[in-house]
């Protein structure tokens, strides 16, 4: 089992719709969550990131952590086809080990 | 405010080669991490470099070396090159004790042939 799972889609929705993007995850010690989105042949761009357990909202996207059960997601809203996009969620663990351990990301395509 | 910048864009090497790629953090950030994300897949933790030292190292042989310079720019070097290391290498800047915003260069794209 690897230590993050992430479906590798693709996932196609019309424009406009709630994205849902999630990952699970085998490290107990994991305590950062990171979101990432990468265009084809680009480098991964930070979206945002989130501490131990909760929300975070930043403008169209949120982001959630249950440590609990082992499972973040992003939501988008609104989405546009601009977003069209690989979303790879990485993590790592609260001290010390600074490399981040990335999911394989989800291929994602809006639809105009 | 320059982001991170990486060269060359693309390499294309022989199996067997040596190789060596660069990287120049962005503006005020003193780490510097390198990753390897072959097609499909994600980005896979190499090491970083945070003081001239290598600080963390992941699961990767010691042909992968590595050197980071006094103006925080970085170096991977990879010797003895195989068909499995093409992929595109990514380096990624941060602030020490900052390390999950990581932001990252374009990447260099290696194609061993």
């Known amino acids: 089992q690897k230590e993050v799972e992430q479906d590798p889609g693709p996932l196609s929705v019309p424009e406009g719709a709630i994205v849902s993007l999630n990952c699970t995850y085998s490290?107990?010690?994991?305590?950062?969550f990171m979101w990432y989105r990468q265009y084809s042949r680009k480098g991964p761009e930070l979206l945002m990131y989130t501490y131990s357990s909760g929300n975070k909202e930043d403008g169209r996207f949120t982001a959630q952590v249950d440590k609990s059960s082992k499972y973040i997601s992003l939501f988008i809203r609104d989405s546009q086809p601009s977003d069209s996009a690989t979303y790879l969620c990485?993590?790592?663990?609260?001290?010390?080990?600074?490399?981040?351990?990335f999911g394989k990301g989800t291929h994602l395509i809006i639809q105009p | 405010d320059a982001g991170v910048t990486q060269s060359p864009t693309h390499l294309i090497k022989t199996r067997g080669q040596q190789v060596t790629l660069r990287c120049s953090p962005k503006?005020?950030?003193?780490?510097v991490s390198w990753y390897q994300q072959a097609l499909g897949q994600g980005p896979q933790f190499i090491f970083q470099?945070?003081?001239?030292?290598?600080?963390q190292r992941g699961n990767f042989p010691d042909r992968f070396s590595g050197h980071q310079f006094p103006n925080y720019s970085s170096e991977l070097n990879v010797n003895a090159l195989l068909l499995g290391d093409s992929a595109l290498y990514l380096c990624?800047?941060?602030?020490?004790?900052?390390?999950?915003?990581?932001?990252f260069g374009p990447g260099t794209r290696l194609t061993v042939t």
């Open positions: 990485a993590m790592r663990p609260g001290g010390g080990a600074d490399g981040l351990t």
């Open positions: 503006s005020g950030h003193d780490t």
């Open positions: 470099y945070y003081e001239e030292e290598e600080r």
């Open positions: 490290n107990s010690a994991f305590q950062y």
């Open positions: 990624a800047s941060s602030l020490s004790g900052h390390s999950y915003e990581q932001y």
